[in-house]
């Protein structure tokens, strides 16, 4: 099974066929996919300005999106460094018991799923690499009240996710399951007060 630099590097190669190199790219998503894979496929095509249907995009635009792609998994790699730093440091100091950011980070290791979107034409407008820099240094300070990559205050709590944890936090301005850890607890009572209210 290839790995995401053996794939990248299929998308990058002009001797191979445009179906592959699509193919390599969708491939590339199955290693590391920050919004899940079809909502992370939605944000790379409108940002490379092709349709995700389009089976005869211009090589150039794959290429753009792949790029966009690498670099938000550099930005996450590099937080998974240091956070296996972190843990090990910790546990050389006796501090044995992981937080609540470890336990969200278990779920997301690799980077499947930091910034799930379950409705996959709903995700954030931005590079990817910006947000999960906006992700990462909200799990790196005390926790807030609202979205930590577009700053919306309307967070609701859904149920029946397609992601683990399968409900959570979901912020309505950029779609993102906003990480438990990152919430005051008054901000998650408040988002499962507005699912009651959206409810009903």
């Known amino acids: ?16 066929d ?5 193919y390599s790219l969708r ?5 590391f996919a920050p919004y899940g894979h079809r909502a ?6 409108s940002r490379a300005g092709f349709d995700p249907e389009d089976r005869s995009v211009d090589p150039a635009r794959l290429v753009a999106a792949l790029d966009e792609l690498e670099e938000a998994r550099a930005v996450w790699l590099a937080y998974e460094v240091e956070f296996a730093e972190r843990r090990r440091k910790e546990k050389h100091d006796g501090l044995r018991r992981p937080g609540t950011v470890d336990d969200w980070h278990r779920m997301t ?13 709903v995700h954030p407008t931005e590079p990817l690499a910006e947000v999960l820099r906006r992700l990462i240094a909200a799990l790196e300070r005390e926790p807030g009240s609202s979205c930590p990559v577009c700053q919306g205050a309307r967070l609701v709590w859904r149920h029946d996710l397609d992601h683990e944890p399968s409900s959570g936090p979901v912020c ?21 007060r507005t699912r009651l209210l959206v409810s009903a």
Do not use: N, Y
């Open 1 to 16: 099974m290839a790995g995401f630099r053996s794939l990248a590097r299929q998308v990058r190669d002009p001797r191979c």
């Open 40 to 45: 992370t496929w939605d944000h790379l095509c």
């Open 109 to 121: 290791w690799g980077g499947f799923g930091v910034a799930w979107c379950d409705d996959p034409r």
């Open 18 to 22: 445009l179906a592959l190199r699509r």
């Open 172 to 192: 309505t301005d950029c779609g993102i399951l906003v990480p438990r850890p990152v919430l005051t607890p008054a901000a998650l009572a408040e988002s499962r």
């Open 27 to 31: 491939k590339c998503l199955e290693r």
